[in-house]
């Protein structure tokens, strides 16, 4: 079944809006070996320079500028030399600001862990930059399903202890257990 890409418009509010309304939509990755669909059930948000957890608050980079771009970018980079992570770009140009997508279900499997969600979708550096509103490669989809707020808990970013009293921001959202 599918559903309506979102638009840049979706992308270009508040990023906590777009990461929590992001729960329960759909990321879908299409390659030469098909398409996989996954609902999201975990993201977490990155919110501007100020934010110690945000590659943005190192500077503007030629990494990070994709971040300073317009919303509905892709934000793909590496950690530990090996593990890709995917992040969609948020709010107006100039500002920047990502989502991370941490986790997915797909055929009632759960990817959990945006390492393992890269290598399942087959999503790599080649997919930085690309623009996920023109439904090519990798897109998000609404498919009409609503999520009410009390299936969406709220908690604290993961992997960003260097970041201090930045870390404990309760920006990551999980669909809660009993809907995952």
Known sequence: MAGTILSKRYFNRPTLTVARSLVGKYLVREHGKGTVVGR????????????????????????????????????????????????????RAEFPAAVLIRAIEVDSELIDGPGKLCRALEIDRSLNRLDLTHGRSLWFED????????????FPRIGVGYAGIWAKKPWRFRLLASEV
């Not at 771009?69 to 593990?83: A, D, E, N, T």
């Not at 498919?143 to 709220?154: C, D, S």
């Open 40 to 91: 999201i059930v975990e993201v977490e948000a990155y919110v501007g320079c100020e934010d110690k957890a945000c590659h943005a608050s190192k500077g503007r980079t030629a990494r990070t500028e994709v971040l300073f771009g317009p919303p509905g970018m892709s934000y793909v980079y590496l950690i530990y030399g090996m593990y890709h992570m995917l992040n969609v770009v948020t709010e």
């Open 143 to 154: 498919r009409g399903a609503l999520v009410p707020g009390k299936q969406v808990g709220t």
